[in-house]
């Protein structure tokens, strides 16, 4: 299924909610910060914590990804397979999402030493942390159907 321009942005530029479940159904979701739409029918998504995600996507392939964009009031679920690369054009791919990422972060720092100085300490933390931080793999999904989910938009 072909995602719109509207719907690449909204991924691109928000968190999105990953769901797997293991090979024996039980459930899992986790907040994903490194996630691009690559193509009109692709995601990447880069593995740098996931642990009970990973076993569950090696158990069973099929994910679910739910992401929003209040301001803009747009929100979509998206469903498919997806499959994990330690190696490869798509790993290095995970490693340049990854340095784009810490440059978004680097200017929300300035931003919030303006606006909310009381947030930036702890904020700068994390990033300084995350630059440390290496993929562990890069998991590209398959989008196989697309949902909008806003309230008297189609939703599920």
Known sequence: ???SNEMKEVINNNVVHLATSSGD???NVVPVGLCRAISDHELLIVDVFFKKTRKNMEENPRVAIAVEA???VKAYQLKGK???FTQGELYEKA?????EQNEVREKRISVLREKRPEMAERFEKLV???HK???KAA???DVEEIYSTMQGMGGD
């Open 95 to 99: 490693f340049e999402i990854m340095g």
């Open 133 to 135: 931080l290496r993929p």
């Open 128 to 130: 300084a942390s995350h």
């Open 139 to 141: 998991v590209l999904v």
């Open 70 to 72: 209040l301001e803009d």
């Open 82 to 84: 997806a499959k994990i």
């Open 25 to 27: 159904g039980k459930p």
């Open 1 to 3: 299924m072909k995602m």
